[in-house]
Structures are given as C-alpha cells and as structure tokens.
C-alpha cells in the first residue's frame, strides 16, 4: 500500500490520499489523472487494469484503488 501511497502523492502531492475518500466525486482526480495513475500501476505492480475495472468506485480513494490492484492480482 506504501508503494501505491507514493504513486498517488507524486501525481497530486496536494491531496492527502490517506483520507480522501471522493478523489473521483470531487473532482480531485480528473480523467487524464486516472489513465497516468492506470499506467503508473500497470508499470509498478506488473498487472493491467482491464476497462470495466476503469469506473469511478474503483478510483474514489486510495483504499478503493488498493483493492483493486489486489483483486486483478488475484485474478492472474
């Protein structure tokens, strides 16, 4: 979680991640966030977010993308 915890302060260091809960909702994070963000996962966790995963419940915190990467781990 650490590792995802940097991504995400690297892209936005003015957001705290550990709290926010509404990155998407807000409007904290925008489309051309996610696709860096998608790509910056795909590179350091070795998976690839498949579209339909690419929705806004799976993006709206920290906690959410977290399960996410775990999930299509899983899955591989």
């Known amino acids: 979680m650490q590792e995802l915890f940097e991504l995400l302060t690297a892209l936005k260091p ?3 991640f550990e709290t926010e809960k ?3 909702d807000d409007g904290l994070l925008e489309s051309f966030d996610v696709i860096t963000l998608i790509a910056e ?3 350091q966790f070795g998976i690839e977010i498949p579209a339909e995963e690419i929705v806004p419940e799976n993006f709206n915190s ?3 993308i977290w399960n996410l990467c775990e ?4 899955d591989e």
């Open 41 to 43: 996962i795909e590179d």
């Open 14 to 16: 003015e957001i705290d």
């Open 62 to 64: 920290a906690e959410g």
């Open 71 to 74: 999930r299509i781990k899983g």
């Open 22 to 24: 509404e990155l998407i």
